[in-house]
């Protein structure tokens, strides 16, 4: 493949020979919408529930199993360390096994950490059963995100709001947990996480029955095309940005409930809370799909991150339901379409043959930042004693990545 501008790949006769038709001979899908909402289900598995489901389910697992509160953060680094090692293996087994077959695999590992979180309450075991969600999560959103790019283009004037269907997934996840966990708690009183971890198990199981069964074929496939080289050099600021997104929301994700509880919030409370971040999630085609079809460099990506800063600073000003209220909504509808212009940033910028890879480069500056967010804002927290200064951390780390995010320039 020859390179052009310090490294961009060039789509030439070489890097159309692969088995996804180039964007200009799009292969027709007779329901694209139908094929990328079953696509979705791999996040709303591996990151609406088996990732984030644990913010829900760790207050009582504290408690019962007398962990520190360095040992329950532990669980959640550990989760974005298997999420980052997933993403650097996930180019790999896509080219070796395919989109769908690795979307499949990624999936199905997830479901079985959250089966191997309800059978045992050993520490070391949790801690490999989150391990995998985050390797099974990433695999499977970065196959996931490719194969969805793929369908889209199947009709290229909808492609961008077809792309965001997909990143609506994870808020199923969320909705779907919210409205489950804090009454099975609730229900079975102290020590009932295990009971959770197996609810959570059951419908994850049901969730992906449909993904195993999709009409997915060869046609988006990239196994055995030419591996494409990826400049980081050049999309230096909007990883940047990427990544201190993945260490600013965190704080939000992991603290929020706890938040919502000091202020006496009840099983009710958090569950309205959580549910409103899932279902502002479903809004996302229609509010950003203007906005995601900027073909304008990293601007897209900086707007909505810059809403979802807001949104992360919104209950800083108080524990009313308003504010509470309004501070769900807001984070929710932007958070997800965050991912979303990543990925159309990809699209935008780069031939199909380079997309798993650019996903992938895309999806690791994020884990990385996830992956240190929770040591940064537990110390913040620990040192000041107080989660209102973690979350401040959070919303300042989302307002740079909104600002490296709009300097980023388009590619040639």
């Known amino acids: 493949m020859r390179l052009c501008n310090g490294g961009f790949a060039c789509q030439n006769e070489r890097s159309r020979r692969i088995h996804l038709h180039a964007p200009d001979r799009p292969p027709l899908y007779p329901h694209p919408a139908r094929l990328i909402l079953i696509a979705s289900l791999a996040p709303t598995v591996g990151l609406g529930i088996g990732r984030f489901a644990y913010a829900l389910v760790l207050p009582d697992m ?87 790019a793929t369908i889209a283009q199947s009709e290229p004037k909808r492609a961008n709001f077809l792309l965001s269907l997909f990143y609506a997934g994870p808020g199923l996840g969320i909705l779907s947990s919210g409205l489950i966990a804090p009454f099975v708690l609730q229900g079975f009183g102290p020590g009932s996480w295990w009971i959770v971890w197996w609810a959570m198990t059951l419908l994850t199981a049901v969730m992906t029955i449909p993904l195993l069964l999709a009409p997915i074929d060869a046609r988006a496939e990239f196994a055995g095309s030419t591996p494409t080289k990826f400049a980081v050099k050049p999309v230096l600021v909007y990883l940047a940005g990427y990544f201190l997104f993945g260490a600013g929301y965190i704080a939000y994700m992991t603290f929020m409930i706890a938040y919502v509880r000091d202020a006496g919030g009840g099983a009710a409370a958090q569950s309205a809370f959580w549910s409103l971040i899932g279902l502002s999630a479903f809004a996302t085609p229609w509010v950003w799909r203007r906005v995601l079809a900027l073909d304008r460099g990293g601007i897209s990506t900086g707007i909505i991150l810059g809403v979802n800063a807001i949104g992360a600073a919104l209950p800083l000003f108080g524990h009313s339901t308003a504010w509470l209220t309004a501070s769900a909504l807001v984070f929710g509808v932007s958070f997800f379409a965050i991912v979303g212009s990543t990925t159309a940033f990809v699209r935008f910028n780069y031939p199909p043959s380079a997309w798993p890879t650019a996903i992938a480069a895309m999806t690791i500056a994020f884990g990385i930042g996830q992956t240190l967010g929770p040591i940064a804002t537990g110390a913040i927290t620990d040192a000041l004693g107080s989660l209102s200064h973690a979350l401040n951390a959070g919303a300042a780390m989302l307002a740079l990545g909104a600002a490296a995010s709009a300097f980023q320039r388009r590619l040639r």
Do not use: P, Q
């Open 62 to 148: 504290r408690d019962s199993l007398a962990w520190s509160y360095s040992a329950a953060g532990f669980l959640n680094t550990i989760n974005a360390a298997g999420y980052l090692a997933g993403a650097l293996l996930a180019s790999r087994m896509i080219r070796r096994f395919g989109l769908a077959a690795s979307v499949r695999w990624g999936t199905l590992a997830c479901v079985l950490s959250l089966a191997l979180c309800a059978l045992s309450g050993n520490f070391v075991v949790l801690s490999f059963a989150r391990l995998l969600a985050g390797v099974g999560a990433a695999v499977g959103f970065v196959g996931g995100g490719a194969l969805a």
